[in-house]
């Protein structure tokens, strides 16, 4: 099995890794980075790269593909080559996922219309544009297609997915490998849970990244 993860420049470093450590280590399965300019592409800090060693003519059937999302989503939301190959992989992929704001990508390429779809929550209306129904579960599954909110639910789609692939017991035994039992200091990790004064100092810190 194959997995095709989806870099370009401004990429959230977790949004990639996150799925990379749970789907990269399910029984052979070759995870690979591809991106449109293969090579050293930087993080949205600027400070970690990962080199990228395929293009996307490179890897033309695999069997799921990731796309994270990031700053650098704004610039991958016009029509081109990314565009073309998520249309021509959906075809022939098992599954086609996103983390983040990468499900506005899979959107504007036209791949989610009419489906539920989630993403981060400040960008969740944007969905809408794209004729995609805006769902504000952490994970949302609609035919092959899955979709993480924000971040740090990229780990918990990909768990999702190394269920329904592998079985519940390849998956977890995957979540016990890394780890995965979160117990956030603050209950802060949503919208509705977060203080006005918490969402002020978001945007105040960080404004619409």
Known sequence: MQVAIVLYPGFTALDAIGPYEVLGRLPETEAVFVAENPGLVHNDLGSLSIKVMKHLDEVPNPDIVVVG?????????????LHTWLRKVDQSATWMTS??????????????????ATTHWAALDQLADFSVTPTKERVVVDGHYATGAGVSAGIDMALVLAGRIAGDDVAQAVQLLIE??????YDAGTKEAASAEVVDKLFTLFGHN
């Open 69 to 81: 999302g990031g700053p650098g989503q704004a610039d991958q939301m016009s029509d081109g080559a």
């Open 99 to 116: 983390v983040c704001t990468g499900s506005l990508i899979l959107a504007a390429a036209g791949i989610l219309a009419g489906r539920r």
């Open 180 to 185: 995965y039992a979160p117990q956030p200091p």
